[in-house]
């Protein structure tokens, strides 16, 4: 049925037609995720970066259970309401005054892309109503994942996404990123966060800062290969959008709710971005929904202004999913999970992916709170590939990590990993040790496959 009805998404279509079709995962529980043959494995991954509580938890079938029955579903157009999203929109205001008491409303929406769809309407409706309608243009990083509709496809910086479909759409810029690894090698941290940075700057004045509406990135980018960037990178980009007035959009899709040890990305590198999108762990992906967060000068602005701002979807603060969210928001304060990533499992992890520093296929270990990525290089000490092109060594390493019973992503030529906020210390040990095993019966092989 899988290959005779279903086209899964990001997916070859002939490489799921030769498998016969995908593998299955039937069910779940804490951190493990077991399959249609009955194995059961380590979620590295947190599904898709988003099962921060982990599987199995009651309260949120509970929750959608107990709101399904009162009102399963009411829209919020129209001058109504319903109060699971009214709720769920003070909460998360509670935790982005944290580092921004600015941050104050929040607008409900599906999916992470849809988030960063509506950023793309908000801000230039703002600034329409601001009287600065030629502030259009908005400035984003090469290899930046945004989502894949067509505003946040393009907003995102993945080439071989633009190659289908004539993206991205007029109006969005892409400039360097951070990713020291590949991009920055030799550089001090400082140099490169330095000359990164600088890219922004020159490209607003080559468009001309009164074109430029704003600019967006992830804290660390997910989807791109785990790219943490210098602690100096992200206060100088705020300080270049101060400087020529431009908003500061962040992507907290994957960073929000806990992951990198506070409740949003920024508020670890301690900038205070004008709007926030977020999804994935604001519902632990038990059911979708996304919001923006959006800070008080600019609802000031709308609600000066008046008129209508005429974009939303049917299920913007949908109530079950709505209600969901508050129970996952729920379980992260009532286990402390933000804290002990930032205290106690974080730097477990960040300790526990050192012992692989030393592997000598591994070129970089990097880590911060519960996401993480291993570089793998064909020369110790180098950012060399296998085959003298990215892409060769990290799906074999991959592929060994779930035969030995770890679910992790390659990206490129790096292990990425992102497992549920619950992970026990000695389920990290269990994850690193597995991956250790897989890149010990990688090296021959990929040794035997480099004809460099
Ligand atoms: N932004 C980021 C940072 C993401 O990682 C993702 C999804 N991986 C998205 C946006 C898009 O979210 P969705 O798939 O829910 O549309």
Redesign the pocket.
Known sequence: MDVAHHLP?QSDYKVQHELGGARFIVSAEGCRITDGEGVTMLDGMAG??CVNIGYGRKELAEAAYDQMLELPFYNTFFKTATPPPVRLAAKIAEKMAIGNPDLTHVFFN???????DTIFRLVRYYWDLKGESKRKIFISRKN??????VA?ASL?GMTFMHEQGGLPIPGVEHVDQPYQFGEGFDETPEAFATRVANTIEERILAVGPENVAAFIG?PV???GGVIIPPNTYWPQVEAICRKYGILLVC?????GFGRLGHWFGHQYFGIKPDLI?M??GMSSGYL?I?AVGVSRHIVDLMVEKGGEFAHGFTYSGHPTCAAVALANIEILESEGLVGRTKTVTGPYFANALKRLSDHPLVGEVRSLGLIGAIEIVSRKGTNQRFGGAEGTAGPIVRDLCIEGGLMVRAIRDSIVMCPPLTISEAEIDELVSIIEKALNAADPLLRSLDVV
């Open positions: 998404p898709l970066w599906n999916s992470g892309s849809e988030a960063n930046a994942y945004h989502g894949s509709t946040s995102g992830e980018q997910g989807a992507d907290e899709v994957i960073c999108t999804a994935k979708p996304s």
